[in-house]
């Protein structure tokens, strides 16, 4: 069992940035896979990047390339996700997901876990 926290949203004007993060608790975060997640007013929740258990290769969503970046502190039981160059485009309510493995699902079906959601508001 993992219980994830996201924390760190807020409002932003467009162009900046923001640091969201989701801290895990329960047993064996290493072994876990994270996904960020987002859904918009109205649409359906969106894959917007992941990370594996070693940390390598994370992935992204085309939308967020270049401006997102992801990473994870193992030690400290705890996964980043790095927003930067905001547009009005990307306010949503954010969640963190886990799934247990190395697969990095870009599905919400293929998480197991998830937070409550933080919400991030860009503003034009």
Same mark, same amino acid.
Request: glycine share 12%; aromatic share 12%; with cysteine.
């Given at each position: @069992?993992v @219980?994830? *926290?996201?924390?760190?949203g807020?409002? *932003?004007? /467009?162009?900046g940035?923001?640091?969201?993060?989701?801290?895990?608790?329960? &047993?064996?975060?290493t072994?876990?896979?994270?996904g960020?997640? #987002?859904q918009?007013?109205?649409?359906e929740?969106?894959?917007?990047?992941?990370?594996?258990?070693?940390?390598? #290769?994370p !992935?992204?969503?085309? =939308?967020?390339?270049? &401006?997102?970046?992801?990473? &994870?502190?193992?030690?400290?039981?705890? $996964?980043?996700? @790095?927003m930067?160059?905001?547009?009005?485009? !990307?306010?949503a309510?954010?969640?963190? /997901? /886990?799934v247990?493995?190395?697969?990095?699902?870009? !599905?919400?079906?293929?998480? !197991?876990?998830?937070?409550q959601?933080?919400q991030v508001t $860009?503003? =034009?």
């Open positions: @069992q @219980q994830l *926290v996201e924390s760190g807020g409002l *932003v004007q /467009a162009g940035s923001l640091r969201l993060s989701c801290a895990a608790s329960g &047993r064996a975060f072994r876990y896979t994270m960020w997640f #987002r918009a007013p109205g649409k929740r969106e894959f917007v990047g992941g990370i594996n258990r070693s940390g390598e #290769r !992935d992204f969503v085309d =939308s967020v390339k270049g &401006r997102f970046t992801i990473s &994870r502190d193992n030690a400290k039981n705890t $996964v980043y996700l @790095q930067n160059s905001l547009k009005p485009e !990307d306010t309510i954010y969640y963190c /997901a /886990a247990f493995g190395t697969a990095l699902p870009s !599905d919400a079906a293929g998480y !197991d876990y998830w937070g959601g933080t $860009v503003s =034009s």
